[in-house]
């Protein structure tokens, strides 16, 4: 059973700094991409950034030059750096991984979510 769980949410204010970590347990052969989405109240949910198996980000407009997406293969990790958070950037952030658990092909699998409230 493959698991993602993700720490490092919070308030914080307009202008900060947070810093956001998943991490992947269970049995695991391989994880090809990695990401974090949001979903803010009445929004659907979008993607924030996203990374390749080769460690290729990409990002969405809103976001890009403020956040950095980065994975750790051994660790099966993967982190965002958010910085210049703005009001906007409040919601639910979700991680992401397409993994292979042992013996089974690969599948989608999302952590819990972390709350990030970003005042003005």
């Known amino acids: 059973q493959v698991q993602l769980v993700e720490s490092g949410g919070g308030l914080v204010q307009a202008g900060g700094s947070l810093r956001l970590s998943c991490a992947a347990s269970?049995?695991?052969?391989?994880?090809?991409?990695m990401g974090w989405y949001r979903q803010a109240p009445g929004n659907q949910r979008e993607m924030v950034a996203v990374?390749?198996?080769?460690?290729?980000?990409n990002y969405a407009d809103s976001v890009r030059g403020r956040f950095t997406i980065a994975r750790d293969n051994a660790r099966s990790t993967v982190s965002l750096q958010m910085n210049s958070l703005k009001p906007e950037d409040t919601g639910v952030y979700y991680c992401?991984?397409?993994?292979?658990?042992?013996?089974?092909?690969?599948?989608?699998?999302w952590g819990r979510g972390t709350q990030v409230t970003v005042s003005s």
């Open positions: 269970g049995s695991i052969d391989s994880i090809n991409d």
């Open positions: 990374i390749s198996s080769r460690s290729i980000p």
């Open positions: 992401n991984m397409y993994v292979k658990p042992r013996g089974v092909s690969y599948s989608t699998y």
